[in-house]
């Protein structure tokens, strides 16, 4: 018997509001149910128009309830489709407007396993299945609905037709507000998934896409698709490229070989042509090395790829104090053979002589590669990593009473003789004369004390935290969630921030002069010719030459020796200036210019008391010029980059959009102007379907990749790998001594990795022994003891 259930939805929330009826005594209990779980909103929506209807089985007391809809988008018995395609987009269509998902039940295909029979269910069919053990977090959603759609194949001819057609449902259907978050009713459609792909390779969160995504379609209701959604969409990238990552990479090395001949690239294979090494660098990575090639700095880092390769940038300063880039490299292991295949790679591949410097923190491999591969650049270690290992190695008093005095002695002395003297001094005092580790490093202080390696040009760099700060800026843009396709594309659109940072650096020296300190015309001619970075440097210099005293200490037929201190400070350190007649060259105790390449103060002093107004070019080093990268290109390097014509569907949609925007502006406005736009917008979708019927694109969901998975090559992705150094981090002294005072509450030993949950004492005793133990009362318990 079908009854129908017709009431004022004013009248409804009123009651609701807050005047007290029975509402009992006016609808059925499953009302009354479903009007509890509908909030007032969602009550509004409905508007006054008819309830759900219901209808009782006659073989169940279960109520069945018929959506209300328009009669023209319901399925009919013996209606015809052309393709399985066309019965699933009927059906949800329909399921959009009543208000519930739908998803394929079953399928039947025949000897030529063509489909001949397919069911099509509301998502609530069937019963749920979960153990009481079972770990799944997702409520339970089957409540045994009997609606369904089933088409066979249309012997008569092409096409499918419905052959039954149940559409009572045995739960309440959701809300117009809610329909939106039904599975079928989502999707991520081929333009959103570009435009999340691009976002992606920009570093932009899943969140902050959907935020793109929601002021595009005026709601998070309008989107058509979930986070969750997006989510499982790169998951599914991820798994259809598995196995031809490799491949892929070479793909894109090929390809940019082929915009450019300056681009380079070598990838190292094993035996069963697996990926182990791998080395690239595109041209402007190659005139960088000619322009400022002659200091490196080299570290690997880790966490930057699925694979835990490591990835080895090789590194250098330009004319701006900035970072740039030399070359890029996947290594999968730390061995010295390693290394030496990297750095011989690189030298083939750039222009010009071996670096003058490379520096590196103190590794065994690398130092065996380096004296292999590089046997004529000095190799610095990072100083860095060496003083921060002073904590650890020469015991916490040590430390504490004679950490300063070390440090002094590092960082201050001016000589080799002077820090021999003063090291050997301090080692004495403090009974570390036999220390093995001080004697290991004193033995290659020619390596890392300033005082040996300042005479060596190194662009005021001591250590190679250049390298690790570059690592920690790269790693905003990856993940080790990443590919190694993955992995270059965006490696590459974070190296375009640090390229756009020094043309922005570049646009400014052309067009902005700096505020000058003095009346020097050499301050105003070297504002000029340096850049900014480079002038600040050599403007600071210049402008304390004034409180310096040059004296003269020594004078013979070559030489003269001239002192200079400054006047005001009693007890201030002088240095010496000595000049070689037969050269004129001027150089300091300091070593400055040798070492930063920026004339010092005293050098400037002395050709202050020598009247000479123009700093003579021996003391401008090209490189920290505004003009260090130009007339310097070779041929061979190849031309400038040509940037392919993007065309893709990104692009035309953001054109679609801005008209949309312009045109909609405009529209809104009045009645008339929304139906010509509703016209001409239907009529266009009906256009569109047609083209893309008969061109038959739209049956793809997918999305194609931007390149091949050049499966043609034979090379296999590489095996994860375990580095030696990943996961590990350095802790200074503070932090040791603080885990050292740790306490565990339950041995009462000091110094222990665990506390009084794990305790191995407290673990082998019973339960009320531990107690006894601890003082504690039979009430209490033992895991409410506070913690050391």
């Known amino acids: 018997m079908l009854r129908q259930c017709r009431f004022d939805v004013t009248v409804i929330i009123t009651e609701i509001e807050g005047i007290e009826l029975n509402l009992s005594e006016f609808f059925d209990a499953e009302i009354l149910a479903w009007m509890r779980l509908q909030s007032i909103d969602d009550i509004q929506q409905l508007s006054p128009s008819p309830f759900q209807p219901f209808e009782e089985s006659a073989n ?184 031809h990552d490799a491949n892929m990479l070479k793909d894109l090395f090929e390809t940019e070989k082929e915009k450019n001949t300056g681009f380079t690239y070598i990838i190292e294979e094993d035996d069963e042509h697996r990926l182990i090494h791998c080395f690239w660098a595109d041209v402007t990575y190659r005139k960088s090395y000619e322009y400022f090639g002659d200091v490196v700095v080299f570290d690997t880092t880790y966490n930057t790829n699925k694979y835990r390769l490591m990835f080895a940038p090789l590194l250098g300063v330009n004319h701006h104090g900035q970072t740039t880039l030399f070359g890029c490299a996947f290594l999968s292991d730390e061995k010295s053979e390693s290394f030496e295949w990297l750095f011989k790679e690189f030298l083939k591949a750039m222009p010009g002589p071996p670096p003058k410097i490379i520096i590196t923190d103190q590794d065994r491999a690398m130092t065996r590669a380096i004296a292999c591969a590089l046997p004529n650049t000095f190799h610095r270690y990072c100083i860095w990593h060496i003083v921060s290992k002073f904590s650890k190695k020469i015991g916490a008093l040590a430390y504490k009473e004679h950490y300063e005095e070390f440090k002094k002695c590092i960082w201050n002395s001016e000589s080799p003789e002077e820090f021999d003297a003063t090291w050997a001094y301090i080692v004495g005092k403090s009974n570390l004369s036999t220390h ?160 930063d390449g920026i004339p010092c103060r005293h050098l400037l002093a002395y050709l202050s008391l020598m009247q000479i107004r123009e700093l003579p070019s021996a003391y401008m080093l090209q490189r920290w010029t505004k003009t260090s990268k130009a007339g310097r290109v070779f041929d061979d390097l190849g031309s400038h980059q040509k940037e392919i014509c993007d065309s893709s569907l990104l692009v035309r949609r953001q054109g679609i959009f801005r008209l949309a925007y312009t045109v909609l502006d405009y529209a809104v406005l009045d009645v008339e102007g929304t139906e010509i736009v509703q016209e001409a917008l239907l009529s266009s979708q009906k256009k569109i379907e047609f083209v893309r019927g008969s061109c038959q694109y739209g049956s793809t969901s997918s999305i194609q990749l931007p390149i091949s998975l050049g499966s043609q090559h034979g090379l296999k992705e590489p095996q994860k790998v375990r580095a030696k150094g990943c996961g590990k981090r350095l802790k200074g002294g503070k932090e040791k001594a603080v885990k050292k005072s740790r306490k565990c509450h339950g041995c009462g030993l000091l110094g222990q990795s665990h506390d009084k949950r794990n305790c191995p004492k407290l673990m082998n005793m019973s339960s009320q022994d531990a107690r006894n133990y601890m003082g504690l009362r039979n009430g209490d318990d033992i895991r409410m003891v506070p913690y050391a």
Request: glycine share 4%; with cysteine; aromatic share 10%.
């Open 60 to 243: 169940s007391s279960e109520a069945l309830y018929i959506p209300q809809v328009k009669n023209e988008v319901i399925p009919k018995i013996t209606q015809q489709f052309i393709s399985l395609e066309d019965v699933f987009k009927a059906y949800n269509d329909y399921a959009f407007e009543a208000d519930f998902s739908v998803r394929i039940h079953s399928s039947k295909t025949d000897k030529n396993r063509e489909t001949i029979r397919k069911e099509y269910v509301c998502f609530k069919e069937g019963e749920s299945k979960c153990s009481e053990a079972s770990q799944r977090q997702r409520g339970l959603t089957r409540e045994k609905c009997g609606a369904k759609l089933t088409v066979v194949k249309n012997r008569s001819g092409e096409g499918f037709v419905v052959t039954q057609f149940v559409e009572g449902h045995s739960h309440p259907l959701t809300t117009p507000r809610k329909k939106h978050f039904l599975k079928s009713h989502r999707r991520v459609s081929v333009a959103q998934k570009v435009l999340t792909q691009q976002l992606s390779a920009a570093n932009v969160s899943t969140s902050q896409q959907m935020s793109v995504l929601e002021l595009q379609a005026g709601g998070l209701e309008n989107v058509g698709c979930l986070r969750r959604d997006i989510h499982n969409f790169r998951r599914d990238m991820r798994k259809y490229v598995d196995g």
């Open 436 to 595: 093995q580790w001080l004697q290991s490093m004193y033995e290659i202080r020619d390596r890392w004390v300033p005082a040996y390696t300042r005479h060596i040009f190194s662009a005021h760099m001591t250590s190679s935290q250049r390298a690790e700060i570059s690592h920690a800026f790269f790693k905003r843009y990856l993940s080790d969630k990443n590919s190694m396709y993955e992995f270059v594309t965006q490696f590459e659109r974070a190296l375009a921030r640090l390229r756009h940072n020094e043309l922005d650096l570049d646009h400014k020296d052309m067009n902005e002069k700096p505020i000058l300190k003095t009346s020097w015309s050499m301050e105003k001619k070297l504002s000029e010719l340096y850049t900014l970075h480079s002038f600040k440097k050599f403007q600071e210099e210049i402008f304390q030459v004034n409180a310096y005293v040059v004296t003269i200490l020594h004078e013979d037929e070559c030489r003269s020796v001239w002192k200079v201190h400054r006047e005001e400070m009693e007890g201030s350190r002088g240095r010496e200036v000595l000049v070689d007649k037969s050269s004129n060259r001027v150089s300091c105790s300091c070593q400055m210019f040798e070492f």
